[in-house]
């Protein structure tokens, strides 16, 4: 039987090429969930837990999505440009290291967090020499960090596979908790034009469709409630639905 590990948070930082974070195993319960999950997050969190399925997907998205991937690296690399001299940046979910190689030319330390087992051993495969890398198993609506104890986080592609609002909010609320500087979150804008054609046809059809998306006053809802500000707000491509904002915290 497959055991599931979990990489344990150690109390120092280690360099990646001197020392590694310890493996032990555990259960995925040992997570801790403070917040209700939906049946569909639960599922989709049990995803890619194996390193073969982390790997297949890494191969499968790549092959798909090359063209996505080079656009959100100059996106991200655009906004975090703004920032000189940062120390630790929190990737979550970090998956297999798609973006590491991206935030680590803008951070001395990457805290690689996921709640994917397989993502975060596929990540150490392909670790990078330009940062410090720290694999944390962990969800990100209940990230295990304290209030403003990084100074920025990154969440690209997780919004919208969640299919709550109250998850969805409360995802870019712990991001801004934990993140004493900026946060960078990626979501799908349910005023673009694409998706406002798929409500409309699915109120004419009688349909009621998932939602997996926000709104700009709704991100801006939460974003004001923290006493932050929206600095930027990027969409992929001209018309399409997903969009980047980089946020930042004030003080």
């Known amino acids: 039987m497959n055991a ?53 997907y890494d191969a499968g998205y790549e092959q798909r999505r090359s063209r996505t991937t080079i656009r959100e690296k100059e996106i991200l690399h655009a906004l975090l440009a703004r920032y000189e001299s940062v120390t630790t940046i929190l990737d979550a979910p970090s998956g297999g290291g798609r973006l590491t190689a991206t935030i680590a030319d803008h951070a001395d330390v990457i805290l690689e967090m996921d709640i994917a087992t397989g993502q975060l051993l596929l990540g150490r495969e392909k670790r990078f020499d330009a940062a410090h890398q720290i694999w944390i198993r962990g969800s990100a609506l209940d990230i295990p960090l304290g209030d403003d104890s990084i100074e920025g986080a990154v969440c690209v592609r997780l919004s919208h596979h969640l299919y709550s609002q109250q998850e969805r909010e409360r995802l870019l609320t712990e991001l801004l ?75």
């Open 4 to 56: 599931h590990y979990q990489i344990a948070p150690i109390p120092q930082l280690v360099s990646k090429t001197t020392a590694e974070p310890a493996l032990r195993p555990s259960r995925p319960t040992d997570v801790p969930q403070r917040t209700r999950l939906t049946a569909e997050t639960v599922a989709y969190q049990g995803k890619y837990q194996s390193l073969d399925a982390a790997r297949t």
């Open 177 to 251: 908790r934990v993140a004493r500087r900026f946060v960078v979150f990626h979501y799908v804008d349910g005023q673009s034009p694409r998706y406002l054609f798929r409500a409309l046809r699915s109120r004419f059809s009688g349909g009621k469709g998932r939602r997996n998306w926000m709104t700009r006053d709704e991100i801006r809802t939460v974003v004001q409630r923290h006493g932050a500000r929206i600095i930027a707000d990027v969409p992929a491509r001209p018309l399409q639905p997903h969009r980047y904002v980089l946020i930042e915290r004030s003080g």
